[in-house]
C-alpha cells in the first residue's frame, strides 16, 4: 500500500527557473491539496482540487500552477521560482466523505538560490 | 474567519508521564471537525486524533486522548504514559462542515520533548 507519494525529497534550484513537484496517490481519493510548510506561519493551503479537472485556490496560490488530469496526480508547478518560495511543500488527499481526514505525504524541501 | 491558537509553543514531559497540549479555536460555525497532528523529526504529518463537533463524546485513540469544549471552543490534547517517540510538533486544525469545503485551518503547532 504506497499511500501518498511525493517526489523528488529535496530539489535545489535557481531562482527564475520552473521546478515542478510530483504528487500520486494510489487511495483513489477524491481530495488533494497542496501546502507550504514555513516557521512562523505554519502550513498554509496552495491549491487544492475536489476532484480531476476540478482546482481552486488556497491561502497563498501567487507563482504556483496545478493541474490533474488524473485522478492519482496532482504536480504543482512554479513556473519562475523565486527565494520567497524556499519552503518545505506537502501533498495531501482525502476521500470525498465530509469527515475524512487529510493523509499526507512525506513532504519535499525545496531550497531556490 | 476562524482561526486556530495553540497557546503552548514549547512543552516538555518526562517519559511514562501524562501531557496535555492546548488548542482554542474561533468559529461561528455549529458543525465542524477537529484534527490534531503530529510531525515528529522524519517531517511526516500524521493524524493522531480526530472529533466531530457534533459528537460530545470525547475521541480516543489508545494513549492520546482529547477533551472538546464546544462552548469554550477547546480541544485540548492528553498524551497519557508519554513515549520518546512522542517528541514531535504537534498541530491542531480545523474544518467546516460545508458541502465541497476541505480546508484545514491550521494552528502554529507545539513543540513536545519527550525526556527520558
Known amino acids: 500500500d504506497a499511500g501518498i507519494t511525493q517526489s523528488p525529497r529535496y530539489k535545489i534550484t535557481e531562482t527564475g527557473r520552473q521546478v515542478t513537484l510530483m504528487c500520486h496517490q494510489t487511495w483513489s481519493h477524491s481530495y488533494m491539496f497542496w501546502y507550504r510548510q514555513d516557521l512562523g506561519h505554519g502550513l498554509r493551503l496552495i491549491y487544492y482540487s475536489a476532484a480531476a479537472d476540478i482546482t481552486d485556490k488556497g491561502e497563498v496560490p501567487d507563482g504556483y500552477v496545478v493541474s490533474r488530469s488524473k485522478t492519482e496526480n496532482f504536480p504543482l508547478t512554479l513556473e519562475s521560482a523565486t527565494r520567497s518560495q524556499t519552503s518545505v511543500y506537502f501533498c495531501?488527499?482525502?476521500?470525498?466523505?465530509?469527515?475524512?481526514?487529510?493523509?499526507f505525504g512525506d513532504g519535499t524541501r525545496l531550497s531556490i538560490l | 474567519a476562524q482561526t486556530v491558537t495553540q497557546s503552548q509553543p514549547e512543552m516538555s514531559v518526562q517519559e511514562a508521564e501524562t501531557v496535555t497540549l492546548s488548542c482554542t479555536y474561533d468559529t461561528s460555525e455549529s458543525n465542524y471537525y477537529l484534527f490534531w497532528y503530529k510531525q515528529p523529526p522524519s517531517r511526516q504529518m500524521i493524524l493522531v486524533i480526530r472529533?466531530?463537533?457534533?459528537k460530545q463524546q470525547n475521541a480516543t485513540e489508545n494513549r492520546f486522548s482529547v477533551n472538546f469544549q464546544k462552548a469554550a471552543k477547546s480541544f485540548s490534547l492528553k498524551i497519557s504514559d508519554s513515549q520518546l517517540g512522542d517528541t514531535a510538533m504537534y498541530f491542531c486544525a480545523f474544518m467546516k462542515h460545508a458541502g465541497n469545503n476541505r480546508k484545514l485551518i491550521w494552528g502554529l503547532g507545539t513543540s513536545l520533548a519527550v525526556n527520558p
Open positions: 472529533q466531530e463537533a457534533y
Open positions: 495531501a488527499s482525502s476521500e470525498s466523505g465530509s469527515q475524512a481526514a487529510q493523509h
